[in-house]
């Protein structure tokens, strides 16, 4: 999946360059997108059961910088499937060269169970569409 995103005054530092945690706003804006695009969204509710995608690792390499007013290209691609789980890795662009790379872990869970959100199997529809990219 390719996303765009362009840096906006509050992505940057008093450097000017986009702040580090913003990385993961991006990686994250970017799933969900890609999970509009294929049918669902990052909170479904499906016959009244609330189901999310909480995270369980991410992480980004930050290689170079960008700067207010630059458009990002966000390439996101799945690197594993589980029964629950997706692993996503990103790859940052800007003009002609990669500016991140980042990798997310998150786990689709019923989150309005009683004792907390609880892991259960991708939906079908949504399993089939995401596979694993070289």
Sequence with gaps: YRARRRVEFADTDMGGIVHFSRFFVFMETAEHQLLCELGSEPMPRIEDRLYGWPRVSAECEYLSP???????EILVRVARKGRASLTYEFLFNCRDRVIARGRMTTVHCRMDTP?????????RQISELLRPTE
């Design 66 to 72: 960008a700067r207010m007013g630059d458009e990002l």
């Design 115 to 123: 004792n907390g959100p609880r892991s259960e199997p991708i939906p």
